[in-house]
Antibody, heavy 118, light 113 residues
């Protein structure tokens, strides 16, 4: 079983809402922070935000107005909501685990490819 | 945001030879209170998620071959692959976690010559 399993809709129209989910099967959910990171086609990596088991979230200021990250500790899952998507949000979205005090990421989910197109 | 700039964008190295990737941050990422550099390196093979190689600039993640090593401090860092193997073909990224948001370099593509 993969340590992080992701799922969610892969094709959206402009202005729709992206919803992705990540289930955690590695380590104690409360001992880490949990992040979303995306990679646009042929581009580098962009951190979207993080959350801990208590629901405390921090977001990238560049996306903050459109992002919500939530946690469901009963299921060891966390989720990403990104509103008002556009073509610029087309990317592979990864979930990842990070240390409590240090934002290096390991392991990563397999990624979900999200395409925004009319 | 702290900008991370890698060089070169790509390099081709013969099997068994050394590959060197540089990463420069726009400000220091050395935290003076603990004397640690807040830098990680990742390897991303085609169609796969990134894989953590190194954190704290020079600490290898468990299971990473010792031909991978990291060095540097403050604003200038290096990832070295001694004796390049065929399975090392990938894109390599540096990442700083000193500031919020954490940011990544643009990537360096390593190929076999």
């Amino acid at each position: 079983q993969e340590p992080l399993q992701q799922w969610g809709a892969g094709l959206l129209k402009p202005s729709e809402t992206l919803s992705l989910y990540c289930a955690v099967y590695v380590g104690s959910f409360s001992d880490y922070y949990w992040s979303w990171i995306r990679q646009a086609p042929g581009k580098g990596l962009e951190w979207i935000g993080e959350i801990n088991h208590s629901g405390t979230a921090t977001y990238n200021p560049s996306l903050k107005s459109r992002v919500t990250i939530s946690v469901d500790t009963s299921k060891n899952q966390f989720s990403l909501i990104l509103t008002s998507v556009s073509a610029a949000d087309t990317a592979v979205y990864y979930c990842a685990r990070q240390q409590l005090l240090s934002r290096w990421f390991h392991p990563w989910g397999h990624g979900v490819r999200v395409t925004v197109s009319s | 945001d702290i900008a991370m700039t890698q060089s070169p964008d790509s390099l081709a190295v013969s099997l068994g030879e050394r590959a060197t990737i540089n990463c420069k941050s726009s400000q220091t990422i050395l935290y003076s209170s603990n004397n640690k550099n807040y830098l990680a390196w990742y390897q991303q093979k085609a169609g796969q998620p990134p894989k953590l190689l190194i954190y704290w600039a020079s600490t290898r993640e468990s299971g990473v071959p010792d031909r991978f090593s990291g060095s540097g401090s403050e604003t200038d860092f290096t990832l070295t692959i001694t004796s390049l193997q065929a399975e090392d073909v990938a894109v390599y990224y540096c990442q700083q976690y000193y500031g919020t948001p954490p940011t990544f370099g643009q990537g360096t593509k390593v190929e076999i010559k």
